[in-house]
């Protein structure tokens, strides 16, 4: 067997979770350049250009949510298939050991996390042979806000605001426009698109992800969708969504189109969002010993140039500071735009703790408290736990739970990214609370606000959906709704 394939695949996991690929970073810096100092956008960017420096710096996850892992090898002709996905499994389940992986398989039926990202269908490993004597691995990571916005149309199809996309390029242009407009909020801009004109059901959205491991600067050999993929950037780029949809400029770093033959009945438009956390590298192997002989990608002999040169958050004078439990009188002060930072104590809960919490009296005194959105990577040291990632996770999978729970509980903010809908925005107002948007993704710049982990309740749930009890300073995040009503989102 292949002495180095498991270190090589460990390699390259650690290195895709930790180290956005040089095509990303240049396409971020171009963003970060194109917003003006002192917007919340720009703001945000900074915040997102410390947060890759970190993360490569201290080999930390770039977001919280690690995603699917998704193997693309490619292997001479006779190589040992079985012996290599069973390698690759047992790689993705060292790296869940080492925290550069955050355990993300639950079964489906019973919600129970595997712990080492290991089960039915995770991780995702395509085989296919090619007539060369080495062996190539490609990885996507790719989380579940950007996954769950993917789209998928039949064409032709009438889209609101949009009218109707018939089976032309001008449709699937349509479709795609209405895709990104979906995205916001939910999968952190900016963020990139590979789309598939074609295919059936299933290959049409394999194609899409495939478009992913395109780089954002080459050059699409079909002059059409060359033509289609510069007008969706130019168009998107127009329409002011920013990042994190704070407002901006850039909204997409990438539209990426391929095609496939269809059957003459079906017209299938597909489309796979990337976040801004673009996390795809890959390595070529020598098929006698498995150790690299090249990355993809990336060239390890060319330094790493810093996204920013002066850490820590760059402040306007206008933050307010918000300490922990939090009076009625201080929320109510709060308005849309504002920018905080919080210090003090904040509880971690996404679905299940609301889920929970529906059915049970809370594990700790909510009243004043500050909820996050946030499935971190967390670690044990010793006796003692260690928040490795974490980001906020998409607050919209709460909104049937969260206005309930603050009315309840006394719950005085809530922490996480894209914005919640009409219930909770009545609550907030109603109950004087405030809803927090932190920048998406932002995993090891939050991370280093946290000071301790005070303590943990519902392990049950598995760490990323436990309610873990933290202690943070200066945790910047935007009023994007507030206690009148208002809210940035809408
Ligand atoms: S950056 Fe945002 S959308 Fe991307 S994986 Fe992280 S939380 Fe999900």
Redesign the pocket.
């Known amino acids: 067997m292949l002495p180095s394939f498991f270190d090589s695949v460990l390699q390259l996991i650690v290195r895709t979770s930790t180290d956005l690929p040089p095509d990303v970073r240049a396409a971020m810096k171009h963003a970060r350049a194109a917003e003006p100092e002192g917007t919340r956008a720009s703001q945000a960017l900074a915040i997102i250009a410390q947060n890759i420096d970190l993360a490569v710096d201290h080999e930390g996850a770039?977001?919280?949510?690690?995603?699917m892992p998704t193997f693309e090898v490619h292997v001479p002709v006779g190589a040992n298939q079985i012996w290599m996905r069973a390698q690759i499994r047992e790689a993705v389940a060292e790296a869940t050991r080492r925290g550069k992986l955050r355990p993300n398989s639950v079964d489906s039926i019973t919600g129970q996390n595997s712990g080492d990202n290991l089960g039915p269908g995770t991780p995702i490993v395509h085989f296919d042979q090619w007539e060369r004597d080495e062996i190539e691995i490609k990885l996507i990571l790719?989380?579940?806000?950007?996954e769950n916005t993917n789209a998928q149309y039949a064409l032709p199809v009438e889209l609101p605001h949009l009218g109707r996309a018939d089976r032309t390029l001008d449709g699937v242009r349509r479709c795609i426009l209405h895709a990104v407009w979906n995205a916001q909020g939910?999968?952190?801009s900016p963020?990139a698109v590979g789309v598939c004109v074609g295919g059936d059901r299933t290959s049409g959205y394999m194609h899409a992800k495939d478009q992913l491991f395109r780089t954002l600067d080459d050059v699409n050999p079909d002059e059409r969708l060359r033509d289609l993929e510069a007008s969706i950037m130019s168009t998107v780029n127009a329409l002011e969504i920013g990042a994190m949809g704070f407002g901006g400029k850039v909204t997409l770093i990438g539209c990426k189109v391929g095609a496939l033959n269809r059957l003459p009945a079906s017209f299938f438009v597909s489309v796979a969002y990337?976040?801004?956390?673009f996390r795809r590298l890959g390595v070529v192997l020598n098929a006698s010993s498995g150790t690299i002989e090249k990355w993809l990608y990336r060239d390890p002999s060319h330094p790493i140039i810093p996204m920013i040169d002066q850490a820590g958050f760059t402040r306007t004078g206008r933050e307010i500071s918000l300490n922990t439990p939090l009076t009625e009188d201080a929320v109510r002060a709060l308005k849309v735009g504002d920018v905080v930072m919080v210090s003090g104590r904040m509880f971690t809960g996404r679905d299940a703790v609301h889920s929970h919490l529906m059915k049970h009296e809370p594990p700790v005194d909510l009243r004043g408290s500050v909820l996050y959105h946030c499935g971190p990577v967390v670690v044990k040291e010793g006796e003692r736990w260690r928040v490795t990632a974490a980001?906020?996770?998409?607050s919209i999978r709460e909104e049937p739970y969260q206005g309930e729970i603050i009315r309840r509980y006394g719950v005085r903010a809530v922490v996480g990214?894209g914005g919640m809908g009409a219930k909770t925005l009545a609550a907030l107002k109603d109950h004087g609370a405030v809803y927090l948007n932190a920048i998406?993704?932002a995993?090891q710049f939050y991370a280093r606000s946290i000071k301790s982990v005070d303590g943990v309740s519902l392990m049950e749930f598995g760490t990323p959906e436990a309610m873990w009890h933290l202690t943070v300073e200066g945790f910047p995040a935007i009023v994007t709704m507030d206690a009148h009503g208002n809210s940035l989102h809408s």
């Open positions: 770039i977001c919280q949510d690690t995603g790719k989380g579940g806000g950007c939910k999968g952190c963020g990337d976040c801004w956390a980001g906020p996770t998409t990214k998406g993704g995993a």
